[in-house]
């Protein structure tokens, strides 16, 4: 493996990488690529310097590096995704520090990125210290059948191991929609039938769902959430998807009154099953 150091006509191609790096390491940094070019220009006009690891004339991955600290600081270390689990990663650092004439330096590596932790942990490395943060929790609306109220129309819930996992360390507000707007547990079964809500009865609910979903709206907008977790398929809830009002288990794709409400108003809705 040969190693080069990176120029400033470089910035474009250390730019697509370092968006590579923040993906995979799923970190919040929200920054375009226009962005990451600037910043990375910023870095090595300063106290950075960048350097491509290669195989028969391919870059496959990169690092960067603050040579005024003492040790130096490793802020970025990034192998291709196609050149991993094949002993590229400790190859590249070898050859890293004997371009850098160092056996010591410093990494931080992301808390949830286990991998990474594990990685560095083989080399050699030992945490000395925490970096942490304090922030405000993200508000998380989240339809409360799946979170084990229950609240569904047959007495039952949609408990999600998946959805409870997504949410911890957040502020949690569970709504159920359909008992705001006043329908007791049990309750027959609804679909949209024709713009109107309906029970398998031929009962029109359309005035409780509706006037459910507003309570719930007024909730989430004076609580300032920025995303809702809903049930898939519900005529309150449904994301992607909703029964065509056939009462026959046939699916259509559409959203659910209250998924409506807090999309038109500019809240993010996610399809329960869509968590990992």
């Known amino acids: ?106 990494i931080e590596v992301l808390s949830w990125n286990e991998a990474a932790i594990k990685f560095w942990e083989s080399c050699g490395f030992i945490e000395r210290s925490r970096y942490m943060r304090l922030e405000k929790s993200e508000k998380i609306m989240v339809s409360a059948c799946l979170l084990g109220q229950k609240c569904k129309y047959n007495g039952g819930d949609n408990y999600s191991e998946k959805v409870i996992e997504y949410v911890k360390g957040h502020e949690v507000i569970p709504v159920c929609p359909e008992l705001e707007g006043g329908l007791p547990v049990p309750r027959k079964p609804c679909e949209i039938v024709q713009g109107l809500v309906m029970d398998k009865d031929g009962a029109c609910k359309d005035k409780q769902f509706r006037c459910g979903a507003e309570i719930c709206l007024k909730k989430a907008l004076d609580e300032k959430v920025s995303i809702a977790i809903l049930q898939s398929r519900s005529p309150s809830c449904g994301v992607k998807q909703i029964y065509d009002g056939s009462f026959s288990g046939k699916l259509i794709e559409g959203r659910g009154i209250f998924a409506s409400l807090l999309s038109d108003n500019g809240i993010k809705v996610l399809d329960a099953e869509d968590i990992e």
């Open 1 to 106: 493996m040969l190693i080069k150091k990176c120029s400033l006509s470089d910035v474009e191609e250390l730019a697509q990488l370092n968006k590579q790096l923040i993906e995979d390491e799923k970190s919040d940094n929200t920054m375009n690529i226009e962005e990451l070019k600037a910043r990375m220009h910023g870095f090595l006009e300063n106290d950075y310097a960048a350097y491509f690891f290669m195989e028969e004339n391919k870059i496959i991955g990169y690092a960067l590096v603050r040579h005024t600290s003492n040790p130096m600081y490793l802020r970025q270390f990034y192998i291709d995704r196609n050149f991993r689990r094949q002993g590229k990663g400790r190859a590249a650092l070898k050859v890293l520090l004997k371009e850098l004439k160092t056996d010591k330096i410093d």
